[in-house]
């Protein structure tokens, strides 16, 4: 008799098993498993357990279990087999399988629902009970989940701003949802708790950002009280020729500043040239300056003193070149 039996949903990725099969105790017992003989399967490695009563086999536990990714949807799958069919998944987990861009990778699971006989979340999971519409949800590789646009929101009015603009800037730039689907979704859900901070997210989103570090770096420009700047914006030379697009750009304060992740500095090539661009930039007019993940998140003041001295090296610049 099969092991694999039923299953809650195919889960897909291009390095993952097309399906993913997950079967409960109590479907092998109706199937005529015993108790012990269950035990043996997972005791000899036949059935692998993700979860209280939820088991794969073996080949699709090792394949997944390969990337976080993959055992965060394990893990969720298991949670949704273990709330009812009611539940689905949302929030930061629906962000892993969609894609969405998070700061920080989740530790527990997060569904929403209300499970049939008034169960309650277990340890790892985040239970969640607001209200989902229909439209507010679809399947996923096989699962059923909240929207982008509805997970969008979702991290916006439950997680810090700056959360939730990682989460927008990411999921309108990679096309899971436009400004327009996120608006809508605010329209349908009224006076849930978190809506107003999610609103403020809708609108400061920018699908230009390209990564976490821009969109945080955004958010701390902002709260430091520095203009908007332009995003991925080609600047050119005196003779118009375009030198290379920059991360932000201040036009009228002649200003860049790029946000460096740790691949720059640890590949050679790359570092060298950036600093030939960057001699190009200078010799062009323009003030650069560059920042890290760790300026911009533990010394955010600093970065932007940074930049507002710039901008005053610009303007001297602009009254007296020979400065």
Known sequence: MSATGETLGAVTHPEWPEKLPLVTTSWLLAKGHSAEHIRTLVRRGKLVRIGRGVY???????????????????????????????????????????????????????????????????????????????????????????????????????????????????????????????????????????????????????????????????????????????????VPAATGEPIGRVDFYWEEHKTIAEVDGAMKYNDPSRARAQLRRDKRLREAGYEVVHFTWHDITVRPAEAAASIRAAFLAAARKATDPAA
């Open 56 to 234: 794969v086999p073996p080949e699709a536990a090792r394949v997944f279990a390969e990337t976080s990714e993959g055992a965060h949807i394990l893990r969720a799958a298991a949670a949704l087999v273990q709330a009812g069919r009611r539940a689905v998944v949302s929030h930061q987990s629906a962000a892993v399988i969609h894609g969405i861009d998070l700061v920080i990778k989740p530790r527990d699971v997060s569904i929403t629902g209300r499970p049939a006989g008034g169960r309650k979340g277990t340890a790892g999971v985040h239970l969640y009970t607001t209200p989902l519409p229909p439209e507010h949800v679809t399947r996923k590789l096989g699962l059923p989940i909240t929207t982008a646009a509805r997970t969008v929101i979702d991290l916006a009015r439950t997680m810090t701003f700056t959360d939730g603009v990682v989460a927008a800037d990411s999921a309108i730039r990679k096309g899971l949802a436009s400004k327009s689907q996120l608006l809508t979704v605010l329209a349908t859900i009224g006076g849930i708790p978190g809506v107003v901070q999610a609103r403020r997210v809708v609108e400061f989103a920018n699908g230009l950002a390209e990564s976490v570090l821009e969109s945080i770096a955004r958010v701390a420009f902002d709260r430091l009280g520095l203009p908007a700047p332009r995003l991925q914006v080609w």
